[in-house]
């Protein structure tokens, strides 16, 4: 019994030696193990600290790139434009990372490139052979001015005769001009400009080349149906008639037939596919306020001058010497990639109501002579009974027709991808006293982005806004 436990202790405790050493040596792996595991953590995270300088410096490199090719490809700006983008990166402490600089100048745009590249110490990847990392960047910028189609809608109403309005807006459209009818934008970009008050003077070149029920030689204004604000076509299989030559507007005491409702002058006319930047501002300082105030109609001749449907007509004005021969063929189709179509829409204040005379009192050559001799109210203050008054004449439209007229036919122009920027000068939001010019011009714009509500001197830096983007700046790459 002893001899069996004298023979088997020894080899427990054998075995209980053997494992203590065991133990000790696999404690020596693990420590060993340990210490690798932590060498390559310190390693990877050296390398991921190499590649998160690298991107950080790409960032910087490349966004010194991007803002020095878009201010050198501005058409507006008249520096060299490698000048420009090699200020950008001396003024950033990158001069020495600058590659190369290409320019690409044409006759309606500007395209610019630039390459830069900066080498990159490497602290940790160099324990594996790379010393240093490139960190390349690439831009281009281009501002192109495509083919540009634009009906200039300019409020000429009474209101405009209040303070300086008049005068600012004559110098906004006048920057307007100047900034889209530049050099070498030559034969690309055509502005219609439309004056509108009460009613929009077409013009007897227009005129006369429409189906028309005339009935004088006065002006030349055409009366839509309501229907057709639900369209930015020119209906021109339909006949029309020609709106009534007389004033309604009265103060009381004179004669006044100045603020006719189709306006009378030869600068209220349309002057369609410009590209006389002299001769559209001189018309336009030859603008004068009269009248009341029909956005509506004004929106509706500068969509349906947009709208293939007017082609027919322009082609006869190209061909008659009216229009330049660039401007054959406009306006082109909607789907022309190359062609811009766009509605600059003004006002400084809200649609009014409008009367015409009743049709039996407007019926006969004498009659229509008459009334370019009398001002309406005037003469039934003076020559017709006080219970009769009423009979001469009736309203064709108020200021809730004229907003649902105008909301259709923006609504249209839109459908139709007609950009439309609209401005509100000095017009106001008060539902209280129903005035909402504002609130309607934003309704009609493209987005309320394309909307201005605007005051005084302002209004030239709405209009100089407008131009720039129309130029279509953008970075490409």
């Known amino acids: 019994m002893s001899h069996s436990f004298m023979t088997i202790q020894p080899m427990k405790d054998a075995i209980a030696a053997q494992t203590r050493r065991f133990a000790r040596e696999e404690d020596g792996i693990m420590t060993v193990w340990v210490l690798f595991v932590i060498l390559m953590m310190v390693t990877v995270g050296g390398i991921q600290l190499d590649f998160m300088r690298h991107e950080l410096e790409r960032s910087r490199l490349q966004a010194v790139s991007d803002r020095a090719v878009l201010a050198a490809a501005d058409l507006d700006q008249m520096q060299d434009p490698k000048t420009v983008v090699e200020d950008y990166f001396t003024k950033s402490g990158m001069a020495n990372y600058l590659s190369s600089v290409t320019v690409d100048d044409g006759l309606n745009y500007r395209t610019v490139s630039v390459n830069a590249s900066k080498e990159l110490d490497t602290p940790y990847l160099r324990k594996f052979g790379v010393d240093t990392m490139t960190v390349p960047a690439h831009s281009t910028a281009e501002e192109r001015v495509a083919n540009v189609e634009i009906s200039m809608v300019l409020d000429v109403s009474g209101s405009m005769a209040q303070g300086t309005r008049m005068t600012d807006m004559k110098d906004a459209a006048g920057v307007f001009l100047d900034t889209v009818l530049r050099a070498g934008n030559e034969d690309l970009i055509s502005v219609s400009l439309i004056p509108y008050s009460e009613q929009v003077n077409a013009g ?65 006319r349309i002057k369609p596919f410009s590209q006389d930047r002299t001769a559209l501002k001189t018309q336009i300082d030859g603008l004068q306020p009269r009248a009341g105030t029909s956005i509506f109609l004004g929106m509706k001749w500068a969509a349906a001058m947009l709208d293939p449907s007017f082609r027919d007509i322009n082609n006869s004005l190209v061909s008659a010497g009216a229009v330049d021969n660039q401007f054959y063929g406009r306006p082109v189709d909607y789907d022309d990639p190359e062609t811009l179509k766009t509605v600059i829409l003004m006002t400084d204040g809200e649609n009014a109501a409008s009367n015409r005379i009743a049709s039996y009192y407007y019926d006969s050559d004498s009659e229509v002579v008459h009334w370019d001799r009398y001002n309406l109210n005037w003469y039934l203050y003076n020559y017709v009974s006080s219970w009769n008054r009423s009979s001469f004449y009736w309203r064709k439209y108020d200021r809730s027709l004229g907003n649902s007229l105008l909301s259709n036919i923006c609504t249209a122009a839109k459908a139709k991808r007609i950009v439309i920027w609209t401005i509100g000068f000095e017009v106001t939001d008060d539902p209280y006293n129903n005035n909402d010019g504002a609130d309607v011009m934003r309704n009609c714009a493209s987005s309320p982005s394309h909307f201005f509500d605007v005051d005084g001197v302002e209004l030239s830096e709405a209009f100089k806004a407008i131009a720039r983007q129309i130029n279509q700046l953008r970075l490409i790459q």
């Open 204 to 268: 007897p070149l227009i005129f006369d080349r429409m189906r028309m029920n005339a009935k004088h030689n006065y002006s030349h204004c055409v009366e839509f149906d309501n229907d057709e604000f639900n369209s930015a076509a020119l209906d021109t299989t339909k006949w029309h008639d020609q709106a009534q030559h007389f004033q309604w507007n009265y103060d009381g005491r004179n004669n006044y037939r100045n603020d006719t409702v189709c306006p009378r002058y030869t600068d209220e």
